[in-house]
């Protein structure tokens, strides 16, 4: 599958109760409420609903919404 913003909007939506809206490129993990635990499970739903593969490594590279379209080799 290839990863979209929409799609990703969508999943992290449905599964955390985070209003669409405020998933946007810019809005950082942190400001969405994510700590390392929700961190762990967002990793393993993107995997699972939509196909990603994000190495160990990556994961720490993830701060902001943009940056998982920019692990995932998509773009904003």
């Known amino acids: 599958m290839n990863l979209s913003i929409e799609s990703l909007v969508k999943v992290i939506s449905e599964r955390f109760k985070i209003e669409h809206t405020r998933i946007v490129p810019d809005a ?6 994510f ?4 961190m762990v499970d967002l990793v ?5 609903k939509l196909d990603l593969k994000i190495s160990d490594a990556k994961v720490f590279e993830i ?3 943009s940056d998982i379209l ?3 080799g998509a773009s904003a």
């Open 35 to 38: 700590d390392s635990l929700s």
């Open 44 to 48: 393993v739903l993107l995997e699972r």
């Open 70 to 72: 920019t692990v995932a």
């Open 63 to 65: 701060s902001k919404i």
């Open 28 to 33: 950082t993990l942190e400001e969405l409420g």
